[in-house]
């Protein structure tokens, strides 16, 4: 496992995920309309890929650090229960998604990676495509994302389990340790 290393686009806000790689996380391309309105509500469509996906590696929270620009940190909500989605104020970098702060788990998006590093290597090959009925025209074939893809599903849920079980729930840069966020989100309509 290896480090990797986080930055905004600006550079304000940095960090870094621990041992990630294959076993470490998993990395999947997720096609659905609130991570596309995520992006949108940023103004970071170029976060997407040619179909609308995002590209999110999900660890536990005590593998993520943020080191620098603890006070640029924002998050929203696309509706009163959806996932927090939190982002850099000082240029719109979309970080990543959590559930909560009793969830030990963490979607961080690719663009939060700083540039210089090679995804495949840092995170591993993509496991897995999700909510492709969402993505914008037909997906290649094997990106469809279609039918429930058993293997990454049960691949999710061992690593949320574990974590939960071994407390890599803590420490969590993004909530405090009575399970609130560190700033409260701000809850908008796409």
């Known amino acids: 496992m290896q480090n990797m290393e986080l930055s905004c686009r600006c550079g ?3 960090g870094q995920a621990a041992n990630t790689g294959p076993d470490g996380g998993t990395r999947l391309v997720c096609y659905c309309d609130d991570c596309q309105a995520f992006a949108r509500q940023l103004g970071r469509d170029d976060v997407l890929d040619e179909w609308g996906g995002t590209d999110i590696y999900q660890l536990a929270p005590c593998q993520l650090t943020i080191s620098q620009g603890q006070d640029q ?3 929203l ?25 009793s969830l030990p788990f963490i979607g961080l998006i690719h663009s939060f990676v700083r540039s210089d590093q090679d ?3 840092v995170q591993g090959s993509v496991r897995g495509y999700v909510h492709g009925r969402f993505a914008i025209s037909t997906p290649p074939t094997g990106k469809e994302g279609r039918g429930t893809q058993w ?15 071994t407390g890599k ?3 969590n840069p993004l909530f405090d340790p009575d399970g609130k966020p560190v700033i409260a989100p701000k809850v908008v309509k796409p």
């Open 151 to 165: 293997r990454l599903l049960m691949r999710i849920f061992r690593r949320l389990l574990t974590a939960k079980l």
């Open 73 to 75: 940190l924002r998050c």
């Open 77 to 101: 909500k696309l509706s009163d229960k959806g996932l927090i989605r939190w982002y850099c104020n000082c240029c719109n970098t979309p970080i990543g998604n959590t559930v909560s702060g």
């Open 119 to 121: 995804l495949n290597k």
């Open 12 to 14: 304000k806000v940095q």
């Open 169 to 171: 729930g803590q420490p």
